[in-house]
């Protein structure tokens, strides 16, 4: 070590060392005035946000100072002469340095702000945490995976040997269990997203059900009818899901037809007497009442209205109590309901029928006289 020192001293002329030690003082001083002015600004902007992140603010800044310094004194040892040795014995420390620095800030920043959204849901509960802290450890085997990789990339050791195995196996490893990573990771967003929730009555394609159990690799609904759909997470996640449960209130379209009989004064009676109908009903508001178009059989009539529930037994129950009173108040005013029907004129066919006879008669009554 002595003789090193010896060495690097005799190998570097005055100015040489002058310009290290001249780096190193502007640089600290650089560095003292960006901690002292820019750095406190941003630790004042951000306990304005994060009135809780103290600690985040502090282990950061240590951390973002100790790397600064460190690109800073690999910068000045630039200016001296070194051996070939000692210059990748200080490379190879700097780069690990660095990437160790790097990745602890990044790590520290993501988990930071991951808390932070998960502390401010207010559905967040102790299964997300649990949740959170498994896919938290995979991410940091990953990425410090990555980091070692980047490391040895950087002193020039072949690593594409290691890659193309890695590659290989992973792709096998892949094929083999491509659905069940994909509901596993599908299970992390339905956990964090929650487009649904247990008791939730949601309809996925041509199935429907209330959401009874939420697994890791798939998810079960009750039916209507009693049985048990089992569904996989990654079949829900690329589906279009309804959630009823979410639903505030219902919108409710309709139609019905009247004869086409019925006078012009009926007709402009109904669209209000369906309107007082609906809105003395509770929990109803009316959209619209609109006399629509001229059916096959029918003067067709639509009905827009809105149930201020999500039960489904209320719009039922609701809807129930609008055809009773339709049903009277049609019958009190002598409208009438329309029903398929089928008008057959007679009285062409039967004067040319006949029409046919008598010419048929006619005929006999020349051939018997001839």
Same mark, same amino acid.
């Given at each position: 070590?002595?003789?090193s020192l010896?060495y690097l001293?005799q190998?570097?002329?005055?100015?040489?060392?002058?310009n290290?030690?001249?780096?190193?003082?502007v640089?600290?001083i650089?560095?003292?005035?960006?901690q002292?002015?820019?750095?406190k +600004?941003?630790?004042?902007m951000m306990e304005k946000r994060?009135?809780?992140?103290?600690?985040?603010i502090l282990?950061v800044?240590s951390l973002?100072t100790f790397?600064l310094?460190?690109?800073?004194?690999?910068f000045a040892l630039?200016?001296?002469y070194?051996t070939?040795?000692?210059?990748r014995?200080?490379?190879?420390?700097?780069?690990a340095i660095?990437?160790?620095?790097?990745v602890l800030i990044?790590?520290k920043?993501i !988990?930071?702000l991951?808390?932070?959204?998960?502390?401010?849901?207010t559905d967040?509960?102790?299964?997300q945490?649990k949740i959170?802290?498994?896919?938290?450890?995979i991410?940091?085997v990953?990425i410090w995976?990555?980091?070692?990789l980047?490391?040895?990339?950087?002193?020039d050791i072949q690593?594409s040997?290691?890659?193309?195995?890695?590659?290989?196996g992973g792709v096998?490893?892949?094929f083999?269990?491509?659905?069940v990573?994909?509901?596993?990771?599908? !299970?992390?967003t339905?956990q964090?997203d929650?487009?649904f929730e247990?008791?939730?009555?949601i309809v996925?394609?041509?199935?429907?059900?209330? &959401?009874?159990?939420?697994?890791?690799?798939?998810?079960?609904l009750?039916?209507?009818?009693?049985?048990?759909?089992v569904?996989?997470?990654?079949?829900?996640t690329n589906?279009r899901i309804?959630?009823?449960?979410?639903?505030?209130?219902?919108r409710i379209?309709?139609k019905?037809g009247v &004869? !086409?009989?019925t006078?012009l004064?009926?007709l402009?009676?109904?669209p209000p007497l369906?309107?007082?109908?609906?809105e003395?009903i509770?929990?109803t508001?009316v959209d619209r009442?609109?006399?629509?178009e001229?059916g096959d059989f029918?003067l067709?009539?639509? &009905? &827009? +209205?809105?149930v201020n529930?999500r039960e !489904?037994?209320?719009y039922m129950n609701?809807?129930q109590?609008?055809?009773?009173?339709m049903?009277?108040?049609?019958?009190?005013r002598?409208?009438?309901f329309?029903?398929?029907?089928r008008t057959?004129?007679?009285?062409?066919?039967?004067?040319?029928l006949?029409?046919?006879?008598?010419?048929?008669?006619r005929?006999t009554?020349f051939?018997?006289l001839?």
């Amino acid at each position: 070590m002595r003789e090193s020192l010896i060495y690097l001293w005799q190998e570097n002329s005055l100015i040489e060392v002058g310009n290290f030690f001249l780096i190193l003082l502007v640089g600290g001083i650089l560095l003292w005035g960006l901690q002292k002015f820019i750095i406190k +600004y941003l630790h004042r902007m951000m306990e304005k946000r994060w009135p809780e992140a103290d600690k985040f603010i502090l282990t950061v800044d240590s951390l973002l100072t100790f790397l600064l310094w460190t690109i800073l004194i690999n910068f000045a040892l630039q200016q001296l002469y070194l051996t070939d040795f000692l210059q990748r014995s200080i490379n190879s420390i700097v780069i690990a340095i660095i990437i160790i620095l790097a990745v602890l800030i990044l790590q520290k920043t993501i !988990y930071f702000l991951l808390k932070q959204y998960l502390k401010h849901r207010t559905d967040a509960d102790d299964k997300q945490e649990k949740i959170f802290a498994l896919v938290w450890g995979i991410f940091k085997v990953f990425i410090w995976l990555f980091a070692f990789l980047f490391y040895l990339d950087n002193l020039d050791i072949q690593i594409s040997g290691l890659i193309a195995g890695l590659g290989i196996g992973g792709v096998a490893i892949g094929f083999a269990s491509q659905s069940v990573i994909q509901d596993i990771f599908s !299970y992390f967003t339905i956990q964090f997203d929650k487009p649904f929730e247990v008791g939730d009555f949601i309809v996925v394609g041509d199935f429907r059900g209330i &959401v009874d159990y939420i697994g890791v690799k798939t998810t079960r609904l009750k039916s209507l009818s009693g049985e048990q759909l089992v569904i996989s997470n990654g079949d829900l996640t690329n589906s279009r899901i309804q959630n009823f449960r979410r639903m505030q209130r219902r919108r409710i379209n309709f139609k019905f037809g009247v &004869v !086409y009989e019925t006078s012009l004064e009926k007709l402009r009676e109904i669209p209000p007497l369906i309107k007082n109908i609906i809105e003395n009903i509770d929990n109803t508001e009316v959209d619209r009442v609109h006399f629509h178009e001229y059916g096959d059989f029918s003067l067709i009539f639509e &009905v &827009v +209205y809105f149930v201020n529930s999500r039960e !489904y037994i209320d719009y039922m129950n609701i809807q129930q109590e609008i055809n009773f009173k339709m049903k009277k108040e049609f019958s009190d005013r002598g409208i009438d309901f329309a029903f398929p029907t089928r008008t057959i004129q007679l009285k062409n066919n039967l004067n040319h029928l006949y029409n046919s006879q008598n010419n048929s008669e006619r005929e006999t009554r020349f051939d018997n006289l001839d």
